[in-house]
């Protein structure tokens, strides 16, 4: 059972470029979300998705991008790397259907390192 | 809209210590709580969960409570190992014209010596 996959694990980017994180799920969830890990922090929202084609905001969006073209896939773009967006990034999804809601699953995390 | 506030760590504790580690909620709607770890270079699992007033989660002898009168879901552990070392955190989502994403506290470090 993969789960939720991302990929890279590890990123070193210079400030200014841009690069795109990838997160694949194979459970047929409808939700997908993006949150990073700084210390101190916990973990904070980005961006997530209700369903194919449907995207919103979160807490700290500012300075990435994200669509959801298929259910599987849930890309976060960097447009500019910034120094402040070196965190660990999370990706995870969960089955928006019923009530209560459910439990999300995550996957391993990538460390993103902006110099 | 949505806040989790939990015992901020470090905590540092002997083998077999009982362990307590405080979390609070506020919540719009009848959210649903969670309980997850994170060891060292990892991501998140699902420790335990509980959806309604009442419910008791558990898990590899971990128990938290849903108590809807003091808004609040604590972990509990009565005997630690060192394997227990890892970063816990308290989540909590809501269902209101559909669910919302997952809500965290800060977590809390654990470390447990031998």
């Known amino acids: 059972n993969a789960g939720v996959t991302q990929t890279p694990k590890f990123q070193v980017l210079k400030t200014g470029q841009s690069m795109t994180l990838q997160c694949a799920q194979d459970?047929?969830?409808?939700?997908m979300s993006w949150y990073r890990q700084d210390p101190g922090m916990g973990l904070r929202l980005i961006h997530y998705s209700v369903g194919a084609g449907i995207t919103d905001q979160g807490e700290v969006p500012n300075g990435y991008n994200v669509s959801r073209s298929t259910t599987e896939d849930f890309p976060l773009r960097l447009l500019s790397a910034a120094p402040s967006q070196t965190s660990v990034y999370f990706c995870a999804s969960s089955y928006s259907g019923g009530t209560p809601p459910t439990e999300a699953f995550f996957g391993q995390g990538t460390r993103l390192t902006v110099v | 809209g949505n806040s989790v506030t939990q015992m901020e760590g470090p905590v540092t504790l002997s083998e077999e210590a009982f362990l307590t580690i405080n979390c609070t909620y506020t919540a719009t709607g009848y959210p649903s709580l969670f309980w997850y770890v994170q060891y060292p270079g990892e991501g998140l699992q699902l420790l335990l969960k509980a959806t309604k007033a009442d419910d008791k989660g558990s898990n590899k002898g971990f128990e938290a409570t849903y108590r809807k009168e003091t808004t609040s879901f604590h972990l509990e552990k009565g005997s630690v190992q060192v394997s227990d070392s890892a970063v816990y955190f308290c989540a909590s989502a809501s269902r209101l014209s559909g669910n919302t994403p997952l809500v965290f506290g800060k977590g809390t470090r654990l470390s447990v010596i031998a």
């Open positions: 459970m047929n969830h409808e939700y």
